[in-house]
C-alpha cells in the first residue's frame, strides 16, 4: 500500500549532541576524517548502511543510543573541537585572504586586486554521495572545484540545478543489458536547506516562456565547506506539470526540455545568485565562470541586467564580456549542446524571456556562422565563447585541440594563436586519498601538515612535504598497497553478488564469489563513462591473450571494470554488455569483474585498490581524464595512451605509456588492433614481471620505487588546489581587472570602436616589405631591417600594431613558433595615406628561417590581439622574399 502523503521527521538531538547538525549540514564532513570518525562512532554499522550520510544516520540512529553517546564526555569534547574547527576553517585567513594582503600591501596599483566573488556554474556538480548531482567527470571536477576553493579560502559561489532524480542508477539484466532506475531525492533529506526571504517564504526564481507561462524555481543550498552551493528547483507547487519536470533529470528529456533546463540555469542562476548576495549580504560577483556552455546564457541574463539600466547591448555585450571566463571540457564537436535557430527564437523577445534585447542579437551570439559551421543551429559552445573573454581547454593538449576545434570564429589566424588557453584538471585529494594513506602521511609528518599538503599542495614550502614520501619504508608502502587491494577485494565480492542476484541468481550458484580477485594479485583498475572513444572493449581485441593474462601460473593479472552508458546510447550498452557477457566465463569471472552503477562511492574504494590504472581513449579525444590522478594518489601507476593529462606529465618513473597509431592505422579497426596489441605487450613483458619481481629482501623494489616517486613528483601536480590556484591567477585576476576598467561608459567606448574597426578593416592592406638583406643565406646572429608600408585607411597607428612575425619554416614556407614583433611608425603618413613601419629582426636560430608580417586591431583593453578576429596580411608581390637560410 502506498502512502498518499510523503514528509521527513527529523531527530531530536540531546543538547551536548546539537553541534552534529551543524556539522552534518556543512560538506566538508566529506573530505574531513575527523568529523567523518565522529559520526562513524556513533554506529559503525548505520554509517555504512547510510551510505556515510550524516543526514541519514540521523534520523536512523536510534535515540537511546544518542542519549549513551550524550553521556560520553571523551566524544563531546571531541565533538566541540570538531565544530570550532570548521567554524575557524569558514571564517579564519586562508591562501586567497594571505594573498589578497600581499597584493595590497604590494601591489595594489598594478591592477592585481583579486575578485570580491566568483559565481562558477556546472550543469552537475560531484561533492558526495550524499547528493547525487553528478553524471561524470564534467560534475566531479566541478566538485573538487569548488572544495578545493573552500581550501584555498576563494570566495566562490557555485551556482547549478538540483536533479530530483538526479542521474541513473544502473543495473544489468540477465543478459547484461545495462538498465537504468531514477530513485525520487527528496530535498528535505539531503544535505541542502532552502534559501529563504527575510519573512520566511522560499527565495523565489522566475522565467518567462512563451505563452504567457513561466518557469519557477526555488532556490536550495548545500554548503561546500566555505563555498555556498545554489541549485535551482523547478518541482514547485506555483509551475505547471511541464514545467515542474523541467529538472527531473541530468541530461534527459529532448531538445526543447535541455533548452529550458540551460535557460534555467543561466539566466535564473544569475537570478539566483543576485537573490542570494541580497539576502546573506555576500559580495556580488565580479567574476562570473562558465563551467562548459550548458550555462552559457548567464551572458545574456547579464547583459539584460545592463540594458534594463538603459545601456545599449553593445556597449552592455562588451561589459559582461570582460568579466566572464569560458572553460570547454569537449574535443569533440558531438560533445557540445547545439539547438536549432528557431527553437532558441521562440524562447527569447517580447513574449518570453530577456524582452529588452533584440533576439537576432542572442542569434547572432550563438549562430555557427563561420566556415564548415551550420547556419540554422546555435551552438552553445560558440556562445560561451563569445561571451567570454578568457577561455581554457583542461589539459595542454586539449587545449591545442580546442584551438584547431573552434579556429573558425578567428579567421586568418593560425590555430596556436586562437585565444584559448589551458589549466590543466586536477583531483582535491582529501575526498580521494583513501583513509590508510592519510594516515600514513600523517605518521611521517603530521596530520595538519599532511591536511595542507593533499588540499593546498605546491604552496610555498610544500614542496618538503610530499619529499617527505621517500623516507617511508618500503615495508610500509607494500603494507600499504596490500590492505588497500584487500579492501578493494572485499568491496568487489560484495557489489558483485549484489549484481547477480538482480540478474536473477539464485544464492546457492554464487558460492564462486568468494573467490573472485586475489588480495595479492597484480589488479588493474578501468571505470569511466562509456562513450565509444573511451574503448572500453580494447582489451577483449585478443580475447585467448587476454585470457592467458588473467589465468597466468606465475604472473596473473586482474582487472576491475566499472562505468555507465547514456541512456539513450545503445552502442555503448552494446559494449558492456560485450564485456560482462566476457566477464561471465567461467574461465575467467574470478579474475575480472564488471560492476554496476559506477559513482563516487565506489570510486573512492577502486582508486585506491588498484595496482594499475588503464586509460585507452582515441588520442586526442580525451579532454583530461582525472580517473588516473585519483589512482595516483593512492599510488596506483599509470597505464595509458598519451591523451589528456597524460601527454603532458607521462614520465617512466610514474607508469607506462600505450603506443598509438593515430598516425599510421588505415582505419579504426587496424588502429585498435595494433593499440591492442601494444597493451597486451607492454602488460606481459613489462608491468607483470615487475610487479612479481623481488628484491633481497622479498618486496618488489622497482615497483615500490616507482610507487614513491609517484607520491613525491607527480601528487602535486594533480591536486585541485593547483588548478584553482592557477584559475585565479591566469583567468581571475584579469577577468576581474577587466570587469573593472569596463564600466558602462568605457564599454561603450569600445564598443563604438570596435564598430569603427571592423567598417575600416576591408581598406586595411599591407602596400610593400622590404628587408635589409641582401641574399637568401645570413649568419646566425645577424639583425635584418624590416621596413613595411602599409595602408589604415580611416584608422591610425593608435589603432592597430603592425607585427613582424618570425622562426623556423618547413619545406612550404610555413612557420614554426612564429614569435611576433611590433614594429614602429617611422613619420607620418604620405600622400596617398599609407604609412611606414619599421623595426629590427635578430635572427636568432639556425637552419631555415622565415618572416611575415601583418597588421592587427590594437586597443588596451582587448583581452587579446585575436578578439575581433581581424588581420590584414601581405598579398602577393607585396615585397620581398620572406625565406633567409641560417648558418
Not at 587545449?399 to 586562437?418: H, I, K, N
Not at 583593453?861 to 637560410?885: D, Q, Y
Request: glycine fraction near 10%.
Amino acid at each position: 500500500m502506498k502512502a498518499i502523503r510523503r514528509f521527513t521527521v527529523r531527530p531530536v538531538l540531546p543538547e551536548p549532541l546539537r553541534p552534529l547538525a551543524e556539522l552534518a549540514r556543512n560538506l566538508r564532513w566529506s573530505w574531513h576524517p575527523r568529523t567523518r570518525d565522529l559520526f562513524a562512532a556513533l554506529d559503525p554499522e548505520l554509517w555504512e548502511s547510510s551510505g556515510c550520510d550524516p543526514v541519514r544516520l540521523l534520523g536512523a540512529v536510534p535515540p537511546a543510543r544518542l542519549a549513551e553517546v550524550a553521556r560520553d564526555d571523551v566524544y563531546v569534547r571531541l565533538l566541540g573541537e570538531a565544530v570550532e574547527d570548521l567554524r575557524g576553517y569558514v571564517t579564519g585567513d586562508r591562501w586567497y585572504q594571505e594573498r589578497d594582503r600581499d597584493v595590497e600591501g604590494q601591489h595594489r596599483s598594478s591592477g592585481a586586486e583579486l575578485p570580491r566573488a566568483v559565481a562558477y556554474f556546472s550543469p552537475e556538480f560531484g561533492i558526495t554521495a550524499a547528493l547525487p548531482q553528478y553524471s561524470g567527470g564534467l560534475g566531479i571536477l566541478a566538485g573538487d572545484h569548488l572544495k578545493a576553493a573552500s581550501d584555498l579560502g576563494v570566495p566562490l559561489i557555485g551556482v547549478g540545478l538540483l536533479y530530483r532524480h538526479g542521474y541513473f542508477r544502473q543495473s544489468l539484466s540477465h543478459d547484461a543489458w545495462q538498465q537504468e532506475h531514477y530513485p525520487v531525492l527528496d530535498p528535505n533529506e539531503l544535505p541542502v536547506s532552502l534559501l529563504r526571504e527575510t519573512d520566511g517564504s522560499p527565495a523565489l526564481v522566475s522565467l518567462a516562456l512563451p505563452g504567457g507561462r513561466a518557469l519557477r524555481a526555488h532556490v536550495w543550498q548545500a554548503q561546500v565547506g566555505r563555498v555556498p552551493l545554489l541549485m535551482l528547483d523547478s518541482d514547485v507547487e506555483e509551475n505547471a506539470p511541464g514545467e515542474r519536470d523541467v529538472t527531473d533529470r541530468l541530461y534527459g528529456g529532448g531538445s526543447e526540455h535541455r533548452l529550458l533546463q540551460e535557460m534555467l540555469l543561466g539566466i535564473g542562476g544569475v537570478r539566483a545568485v543576485r537573490t542570494y548576495c541580497r539576502l546573506t549580504g555576500h559580495p556580488e560577483p565580479e567574476v562570473f565562470h562558465t563551467n562548459e556552455g550548458h550555462a552559457g546564457f548567464l551572458g545574456l541574463e547579464r547583459i539584460h541586467e545592463l540594458v534594463a539600466r538603459d545601456a545599449d547591448f553593445e556597449p552592455a555585450l562588451e561589459a559582461v564580456r570582460a568579466g566572464t571566463v569560458f572553460t570547454t571540457h569537449t574535443p569533440v564537436p558531438a560533445g557540445i549542446d547545439r539547438f536549432d535557430r528557431e527553437l532558441v527564437a521562440r524562447h527569447f523577445g517580447p513574449d518570453a524571456e530577456l524582452p529588452r534585447i533584440d533576439v537576432g542579437d542572442i542569434l547572432r551570439l550563438g549562430m555557427e556562422t563561420y566556415q564548415g559551421g551550420e547556419p540554422n543551429v546555435f551552438n552553445m559552445a560558440v556562445m560561451g565563447l563569445r561571451l567570454g573573454s578568457r577561455a581554457n581547454g583542461v589539459s595542454t593538449l586539449h587545449g591545442a585541440v580546442s584551438r584547431e576545434m573552434f579556429a573558425g570564429l578567428w579567421p586568418g589566424f593560425d590555430a596556436d594563436e586562437v585565444p584559448i588557453t589551458s589549466i590543466t584538471n586536477g583531483v582535491h585529494a582529501p575526498t580521494w586519498v583513501a583513509p590508510e594513506v592519510f594516515r600514513l602521511g600523517a605518521r611521517q609528518i603530521g596530520e595538519r601538515r599532511t591536511e595542507h599538503a593533499l588540499s593546498v599542495g605546491g604552496a610555498p614550502g610544500g614542496g618538503d612535504r610530499w619529499d617527505a614520501v621517500a623516507d617511508i619504508q618500503d615495508g610500509d608502502i607494500w603494507e600499504l598497497r596490500r590492505t588497500l587491494r584487500a579492501q578493494l577485494v572485499h568491496e568487489v565480492r560484495r557489489r558483485l553478488y549484489e549484481s547477480w542476484r538482480q540478474r536473477g541468481a539464485a544464492t546457492a550458484e554464487l558460492g564462486w564469489i568468494d573467490e573472485v580477485l586475489d588480495p595479492d594479485t597484480l589488479t588493474i583498475g578501468f571505470a569511466r563513462r562509456v562513450p565509444s572513444y573511451k574503448r572500453l572493449t580494447l582489451m577483449l581485441r585478443d580475447r585467448d591473450r587476454l585470457m592467458e593474462l588473467l589465468r597466468h601460473p606465475e604472473r596473473p593479472v586482474q582487472i576491475v571494470v566499472a562505468g555507465k552508458a547514456h541512456p539513450a546510447d545503445d552502442g555503448g550498452k552494446r559494449l558492456i554488455q560485450e564485456l560482462v557477457r566476457f566477464t561471465d566465463d567461467p574461465r575467467v569471472r574470478r579474475h575480472i569483474v564488471f560492476l554496476p552503477d559506477y559513482g563516487m562511492a565506489m570510486a573512492q574504494k577502486l582508486y585506491p585498490g588498484c595496482d594499475v590504472w588503464l586509460n585507452n581513449p582515441l588520442r586526442p579525444l580525451e579532454a583530461c581524464g582525472t580517473s588516473g590522478m585519483k589512482a595516483a594518489l593512492n599510488g596506483a601507476l599509470n597505464l595509458s595512451v598519451l591523451d589528456g593529462w597524460w601527454d603532458e606529465w607521462f614520465e617512466p618513473d610514474f607508469g607506462w605509456a600505450i603506443p598509438t597509431a593515430d598516425g599510421a592505422a588505415t582505419d579504426d579497426d587496424r588502429r585498435d588492433e595494433l593499440e591492442a596489441a601494444a597493451l597486451y605487450d607492454l602488460l606481459e613483458r613489462r608491468i607483470a614481471p615487475r610487479f612479481y619481481e623481488q628484491g633481497p629482501g622479498g618486496l618488489p623494489d622497482r615497483w615500490i620505487e616507482m610507487v614513491r616517486r609517484t607520491l613525491t613528483r607527480l601528487g602535486p601536480k594533480v591536486l585541485a588546489g593547483r588548478m584553482v590556484r592557477e584559475y585565479v591567477e591566469e583567468l581571475y585576476v584579469p577577468a576581474a581587472r577587466a570587469h573593472r576598467a569596463l564600466d558602462v561608459t568605457t564599454a561603450g567606448e569600445l564598443a563604438v570602436w570596435k564598430a569603427r574597426v571592423r567598417a575600416a578593416w576591408p581598406r586595411v592592406a599591407v602596400d610593400h616589405v622590404e628587408a635589409s638583406a641582401t641574399g637568401a643565406v645570413a649568419e646566425l646572429g645577424a639583425t635584418l631591417s624590416v621596413r613595411v608600408r602599409v595602408h589604415l585607411g580611416e584608422l591610425t597607428p593608435d589603432d592597430v600594431e603592425v607585427q613582424v612575425l618570425a622562426g623556423r619554416v618547413d619545406p612550404e614556407d610555413h612557420i614554426a613558433d612564429a614569435v611576433p614583433l611590433p614594429l614602429k611608425p617611422a613619420g607620418g603618413s604620405d600622400a596617398a595615406g599609407r604609412w611606414v613601419y619599421e623595426g629590427p629582426l635578430a635572427l636568432d636560430r639556425m637552419g631555415a628561417f622565415g618572416y611575415t608580417v601583418r597588421i592587427l586591431p590594437s586597443h588596451r583593453l582587448l583581452a587579446s590581439g585575436a578578439e575581433l578576429g581581424l588581420v590584414a596580411v601581405p598579398s602577393e608581390g607585396t615585397g620581398e622574399g620572406a625565406g633567409v637560410l641560417m648558418r
